[in-house]
């Protein structure tokens, strides 16, 4: 899915381990995530719209409180 020119890692992977994280991908409809260490395998894809959403789920600024 898409050409390696438009998969992107986060700057947060760096050296070392800089192959354990996801890549992201801006595609024509979608926006694609995939793990990178196993490229070749499934990748989500989400609308556009749905995907700022998601990274904010992620990183937990947008999760429901925990029930008492």
């Known amino acids: 899915?898409?050409?390696s020119d438009n998969?992107?890692?986060?700057s947060y992977s760096g050296p070392g381990d800089g192959d354990s994280c996801v890549e992201v991908a801006h595609l024509d409809a979608h926006i694609a995530v995939r793990d990178s260490k196993t490229?070749?395998?499934a990748t989500l894809t989400f609308p556009p719209a749905?995907?700022?959403p998601f990274i904010e789920?992620?990183?937990?600024?947008?999760?429901?409180?925990a029930s008492p």
């Open 39 to 41: 490229p070749a395998r």
């Open 1 to 3: 899915m898409g050409t």
């Open 50 to 52: 749905a995907f700022a």
């Open 7 to 10: 998969w992107r890692k986060s």
């Open 57 to 65: 789920a992620l990183k937990g600024t947008h999760l429901a409180p």
